[in-house]
């Protein structure tokens, strides 16, 4: 079964505690990307990924780091987490005919 | 450059009347476009999409769109709506190949008995 996950699911930390979110997909796909949804604002890209350790930043990068060693992960590393990144995380992996994947999402809080 | 409009951030109906959610994009290429539905604490899933050929496309749950290059538009209709139907709806662009997605704001859609 084509599958993205997403871990974990739901996470409150701290500011300034150094936190990652995994992506992972079964599909081979080679291009990833994570969105940040807020209310009123939709979904906005703040990186993405066309292959193996080719990254870029989307509409929102700052704060973010991610990295794509191997296809199938596409971690999001949050460095040094503020309040402001308080938000709701999707990644999504597409095929080449515009096949779409989007995980179930990571709830995260920074207070 | 690509951009979304969805008019309206709530729109609501009674069971049985027309849905119609609106959408103007913008995009500097041709564009694929797409609608999500968002139930409540869950993920988006896809509506439907139009990339090329037919433009007017139809998706799940008896929606489906018109892409209108002529007005920029890719409006969402349903003849009749369902309690079931209520949820937070997002347009969508994609254009060139970097496969991004450029999303609109929503339209969160309620459905009144």
């Known amino acids: 079964e084509a599958q993205v996950t997403q871990n974990p699911r739901y996470l409150i930390t701290v500011t300034g505690k150094k936190l990652t979110v995994t992506c992972s997909q079964n599909m081979n796909h080679e291009y990833m990307s994570w969105y940040r949804q807020d209310p009123g604002l939709g979904l906005r890209q703040i990186y993405y990924s066309m292959n193996v350790e080719v990254t870029d930043k989307g509409d929102v990068p700052e704060g973010y780091k991610v990295s794509r060693k191997e296809k199938r992960n596409f971690p999001l590393i949050l460095e040094s987490p503020s309040p402001n990144q308080t938000s709701l995380y999707f990644c999504?992996?597409?095929?080449?005919?515009?096949?779409?994947?989007f995980g179930p999402g990571t709830r995260l809080t920074v207070t | 450059a690509q951009s979304v409009t969805q008019l309206g951030s709530h729109v609501s109906v009674s069971e049985g009347a027309l849905v119609l959610l609106r959408c103007n994009y913008s995009s500097s290429v041709p564009p694929y476009l797409f609608w999500y539905v968002q139930y409540p604490n869950q993920g988006l899933q896809l509506l439907l999409k139009?990339?090329?050929?037919?433009?007017l496309v139809k998706g799940i749950n008896g929606f489906e769109a018109e892409f209108k290059k002529s007005e920029t538009s890719f409006h969402l209709t349903k003849p009749s709506a369902h309690m079931s139907d209520a949820a937070e709806y997002f347009c969508a662009v994609s254009g060139g190949s970097n496969y991004k997605l450029t999303f609109g704001k929503g339209t969160l859609l309620t459905v009144n008995p």
């Open positions: 999504a992996t597409f095929g080449r005919a515009y096949e779409q994947y």
């Open positions: 139009y990339t090329t050929g037919a433009t």
